[in-house]
């Protein structure tokens, strides 16, 4: 059976210039490579993705919403959490997640909450809402190495870890419909972008 958590894409163009992403956000001003850092950014960030990205999305009648920017250090990771829209409850909605630094040793992972788990929302360094989980809060289900640009379902628990000697770059992109400017759940993403799912 098919996971529910993630699907690979394959993109007819590079949607962002991962070289200057990492070296504009390096040389911020607090910027340590030993400490996870977060940014949220405008997804319309022509100086960020290629404009022919827009025009893409507008094809599925799509547009780019809210963007972040997360590096995750050498042997360090994110918590378990539920991304938060804040303004709909949550459902299986989807991110565009794009990854790079380590060749290997880098994973994304995805679990259930156990049986009478319910936790409350707060907020990431960024200012994001999400819900957060401690590791014997979940079940674990499915794990990756993400090795090219990648549907991501965010309304289940995930994490990321960087076991790599090697900063973990990913940058996150919230697709949103144009007919009611909500999130995309994570089996219409499926099929609406179906001719890239690989
Ligand atoms: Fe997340």
Not at 63 to 68: K, R
Not at 111 to 130: A, D, L, M, T
Not at 147 to 165: C, E, K, M
Not at 173 to 183: A, F, Q, S, V
């Amino acid at each position: 059976m098919s996971n529910i958590y993630y699907r690979y894409l394959n993109l007819p163009f590079s949607f962002i210039d991962e070289e200057k992403i990492t070296k504009d956000y390096s040389n911020m001003a607090n910027f340590d490579p030993n400490k996870n850092g977060q940014w949220r950014i405008d997804g319309i960030n022509p100086n960020i993705f290629n404009k022919k990205a827009y025009k893409w999305l507008t094809a599925f009648n799509c547009h780019a919403g809210v963007a972040e920017i997360f590096y995750t250090a050498p042997h360090s990771k994110i918590m378990y959490h539920i991304d938060y829209s804040g303004f709909y409850p949550v459902f299986d909605y989807v991110k565009f997640n794009f990854v790079w630094g380590p060749k290997e040793n880098h994973y994304m992972k995805w679990g259930e909450p156990k049986y009478g788990v319910s936790n409350e929302v707060g907020y990431n360094s960024c200012g994001s809402p999400h819900i957060l989980y401690k590791m014997d809060e979940i079940d674990e289900k499915e794990s990756v190495c993400i090795t090219q640009p990648i549907l991501v379902n965010v309304g289940r628990p995930h994490r990321a870890i960087n076991d790599s000697d090697v900063g973990r770059w990913c940058l996150c992109l919230i697709p949103k419909t144009n007919i009611d400017g909500c999130r995309i759940e994570f089996n219409q993403a499926i099929e609406l972008f179906k001719y890239y799912i690989t």
